[in-house]
């Protein structure tokens, strides 16, 4: 029996970690039946959310978990991909989590009114009295992420050209398909599901949620894979609101 540690449900989704709903979709594509449980990333052997125990062996990071799936239970997520689409596979998740990651980021934790009915949130558990405290530490912390990783450097609208730019590479790679590759989808869906679900989750407001919802094709994806992986989350779906 696997267990995954994540979040938990919140703001309408399986998760708010999308490595964490990735990780969940590739353990639904195994096949495989998993416990969630919820977790202080803190205590993760990287100090990081998802991990999972696996009878007793932890494996942390959606792609090391990715990769011991394939190992260990004999799954090909790229099973009947061409090799290009498998270097299209593998450079679409590249940009969805080093990339679109971090603009959905600053979108939560610098947009005041979103921080506010989100990420703040995460701090409900720290006693009253130090988590303003904490919550301004926290905040800065990230601050200082995104302003290393670079994206935290371009202005607005140079983050609004750049998120439009992705929806667009996703949109397109998509096309008129119901899966990414195909008919059926492979591991590369588990991530651009987990994170196109994040990027237009209906709890937010922002430019990177009007980019990726401006595609018909991503919401339509959303909402299958919703429906496929996630029908207790469909009330919480755009196209169902
Ligand atoms: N490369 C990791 C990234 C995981 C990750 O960034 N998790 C975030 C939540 S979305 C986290 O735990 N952040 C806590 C922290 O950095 O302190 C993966 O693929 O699992």
Known sequence: MIT????????GLPDPSQFVVKTEVLLKLVGEAYEKRRADPRKGPRGKIPWIDDSGRIVPDSNLIRFHLEATRGI?????L???????AWALERMLEDHVYWLVVMERWLDPVNFAKGP????DPV???IRPLVTGMVGRQVGKTLQSHGIGRYTPEERTGLAARAALAVSQCLGDKPWL???EPCGADATAYAFVASAICPHFEGPVRRAFEKHANLVEYVERGNKRWFPDFLPGSVTSR
Not at 76 to 80: L, S
């Open 127 to 129: 006693p009253a009295l």
């Open 82 to 88: 061409t090799d290009p689409q498998k270097g299209a």
């Open 120 to 123: 703040r949130k995460f701090f």
């Open 181 to 183: 590759f195909g008919e």
């Open 4 to 11: 995954l540690y994540g979040f938990g449900p919140a703001f």
């Open 76 to 80: 090909d997520f790229e099973k009947g």
